[in-house]
């Protein structure tokens, strides 16, 4: 069974675990901590030298990062995917919207408001209107 390592707080993971399990994909999860520095520490870097989850792990050691290139893997052949070139190309204009136009700007709010330590916060709190 495929290993996702993850966060649970990370949207990114929870669109992973969404998707599999609209596909009925089992996964053992493996958790990591928001501010616990895990990601960071030689073991992880292994896996995905970037240092972020999600880290889709499977039996045969092949690991795969980034959360939109493992929702196509996982996709692939599936009802979530067109078959059709354009329905494809579609998705992946989406997908792109999501990860550049959304994503920087939704999750790192949600971030500072709900998961940074107040310091850091304070810090950016005059980002936020942005």
Known sequence: MPVLHQM???GNCY??????????VEL????????????RKPDFLTRNPNG??????????RRL???DAI???LSEDTFLLPADRWGRAEVLQWMFFEQYSHEPYIAVARFWLSFAPTE?????????PE
């Open 8 to 10: 649970q707080v990370s």
């Open 15 to 24: 669109k992973v675990r969404l998707a599999a399990r609209q596909l009925g």
């Open 120 to 128: 850091e916060l304070e810090k950016r709190r005059h980002l936020i």
């Open 71 to 73: 929702l196509w893997y």
């Open 28 to 39: 053992t999860l493996k958790d990591y901590g928001l501010h616990d520095g895990a990601t």
């Open 65 to 67: 990062s980034e959360s």
């Open 52 to 61: 972020r989850v999600p880290v889709l792990e499977f039996e045969d050691g």
